[in-house]
């Protein structure tokens, strides 16, 4: 089994900064490309940003420029710091990770995180 733990979100005033942080754990031989969607309210899911293994990156042209996505895979840790935040950020984020154990190849899913910009 693989645990994906989101954390950092919260209230924010627009303009602000958040980083959001997703620790993966468990049965791990490889962890492949981590990345961040998010889902606001009435909207469907849509990704962030992503980063490979190696660390090749790619960013939504919404947040392109004001986002940045990490890794630190001795930690096996994807980090998200957002500035020049808008409301339109608001949203849950969910973190997920391509994994590689026992059980093959598999994408796994964090519970989510709720970023509110304030206006």
């Known amino acids: 089994q693989v645990h994906l733990v989101e954390s950092g979100g919260g209230l924010v005033q627009a303009g602000g900064s958040l980083r959001l942080s997703c620790a993966a754990s468990?049965?791990?031989?490889?962890?492949?490309?981590m990345a961040w969607s998010r889902q606001a309210p009435g909207k469907q899911r849509e990704l962030v940003a992503a980063?490979?293994?190696?660390?090749?990156?790619n960013y939504a042209d919404s947040v392109k420029g004001r986002f940045t996505i990490s890794r630190d895979n001795a930690k096996n840790t994807v980090y998200l710091q957002m500035n020049s935040l808008k409301p339109d950020d608001t949203a849950v984020y969910y973190c997920?990770?391509?994994?590689?154990?026992?059980?093959?190849?598999?994408?796994?899913w964090g519970q989510g995180t709720q970023v509110t910009v304030s206006s």
């Open positions: 997920n990770a391509d994994v590689r154990n026992y059980n093959g190849r598999s994408t796994y």
């Open positions: 468990g049965s791990i031989f490889d962890l492949y490309t």
């Open positions: 980063i490979s293994s190696g660390g090749s990156t």
